[in-house]
């Protein structure tokens, strides 16, 4: 069974879009028997993706440090759930659990996720897919900037093949088998 790391928005004051294609990419997860490891909140798009999947029979695995445990943030119906002691833990925890990892929208913990995970995919620290959804357009500025970091050589052009982007969960669903079927 394959499991993907999840990284998206806790904040629950979003647009509706952005929950619709949380719940559609939980669905497919779960239809297609792909085990989720995320963050374990209850609220925004997290808690979106976990209530969907756990609807449709799918398993989701919450990685949280002990303090937001305590502060009582966690799903009530996941799978699973691993209580670390830091952030850090979290992170790694989640990327070795992963096949590929995912990420939907969100402020500046999924920023700082997503970018960390590509800069361990470019130290070769993990060899697995990393696909941005990129729902309404959400990462067009960071994909851009990116592509500006390589215009003023601050990075490889040979590090734009380090993600991929997906404009729906269908597209994520798709990119996740076609790696799989690679390797």
């Not at 909140?41 to 989701?60: E, F, H, K, N, P």
């Not at 209580?83 to 990420?103: F, G, N, P, T």
């Not at 959804?133 to 990116?146: E, I």
């Amino acid at each position: 069974m394959l499991t993907v790391s999840v990284f998206c928005a806790s904040s629950p004051k979003i647009k509706p879009e952005y929950f619709q294609a949380a719940a559609q990419l939980g669905l497919l997860l779960a239809q297609s028997d792909i085990t989720a490891v995320c963050g374990a909140g209850a609220t925004g798009l997290m808690g979106q993706l976990t209530d969907s999947m756990i609807a449709a029979g799918g398993r989701v695995i919450g990685v949280m440090p002990q303090f937001m445990y305590d502060l009582g943030w966690q799903h009530a119906h996941l799978s699973d759930l691993k209580i670390l002691s830091s952030m850090h833990e979290r992170k790694a925890l989640m990327a070795e659990m992963s096949d590929a990892s995912i990420a939907l929208p969100g402020g500046c913990g999924t920023f700082e996720e997503l970018l960390e995970i590509i800069t361990w995919r470019q130290l070769g620290l993990y060899n697995k897919p990393v696909i941005i959804l990129n729902t309404l357009g959400y990462y067009d500025n960071l994909l851009n900037m990116l592509q500006v970091a390589v215009e003023e050589q601050f990075m490889s052009a040979s590090n734009l093949q380090l993600w991929q982007v997906a404009a729906t969960p269908e597209e994520v669903i798709s990119m996740i088998q076609s790696n799989v079927n690679k390797s």
